[in-house]
Every structure is written in structure tokens, then in C-alpha cells.
């Protein structure tokens, strides 16, 4: 397994900003799937994000609908990082926000489920409100 550290959280006001950042360290993460999760009070933990490699150079990006055109996943390998750039943020995106990683090269219909992930960081905390 690896290990994963998130940071960045905060509060917000809506239609505001913030990055999240997460540290890998254990092993190199940059051939599998790296993601973002989140899980708001009294519901289950939801996918946000995904980039995985698809091979040479590539990654390819995916996004839950609710974040679409909103959030942008970025991955630095040569750092064992990952990012997340939250912007119009609105009170529904309050949660606890985690990161995750792979050791398996997933197809894209395994990529939102959290089963699929053996890695989790400890959560950083996103509160948007006025």
C-alpha cells in the first residue's frame, strides 16, 4: 500500500475557491489510478475524481456530473502528488475529502467505485458557507 496525506481544506464562502493536495509516499503511484472521494454528513463516501494512466505518457481524467467544469484533477509523478482545484464551490460540496490510490490499473467502469481503491488518506475537511 501507499501512504496518502491530504491538505488544503477549509472554509469557504460560496462560489470560492480551494485547492487540495495530496502526498504519496511508499511506492511510485504514477502507472495506477489516483482519485479524489468525498463523504458529507449522514451519506455515503461519492467519487469527485480519477486520473489514471492509459499508456506512454497519457492520463486521462474523469469527474462525477455534480463537479464537472467545476473541479480539475491533476497528478505531478516526479513529486508523488496529486491535486484537486475545487472553484464555484457551493454549500452541497461541504464533505470530508479523500484521497486515493490503486494498485490495480482500472477500467473506466471500476473508476468511481470505492471498493477499487486500497489507499486512503486521513481526510481533509471542505466547508462552504456564508
Known amino acids: 500500500q501507499v501512504q496518502l496525506v491530504e491538505s488544503g481544506g477549509g472554509l469557504v464562502q460560496p462560489g470560492g475557491s480551494l485547492r487540495l493536495s495530496c502526498a504519496a509516499s511508499g511506492r511510485s503511484v504514477s502507472n495506477y489510478p489516483l482519485g479524489w472521494f468525498r463523504q458529507a454528513p449522514g451519506k455515503e463516501r461519492e467519487f469527485v475524481a480519477t486520473t489514471r494512466w492509459i499508456g506512454g505518457v497519457a492520463y486521462s481524467k474523469h469527474y462525477a456530473d455534480s463537479v464537472k467544469g467545476r473541479f480539475t484533477i491533476s497528478r505531478d509523478n516526479a513529486k508523488n502528488t496529486l491535486s484537486l482545484q475545487m472553484n464555484s464551490l457551493n454549500p452541497e460540496d461541504t464533505a470530508v475529502y479523500y484521497c486515493?490510490?490503486?494498485?490495480?490499473?482500472?477500467?473506466?467502469?471500476?473508476?468511481?467505485?470505492?471498493?477499487?481503491?486500497?489507499?486512503w488518506g486521513q481526510g481533509t475537511q471542505v466547508t462552504v458557507s456564508s
Open positions: 486515493a490510490a490503486s494498485s490495480t490499473r482500472l477500467i473506466l467502469s471500476e473508476i468511481w467505485k470505492t471498493r477499487n481503491y486500497d489507499s
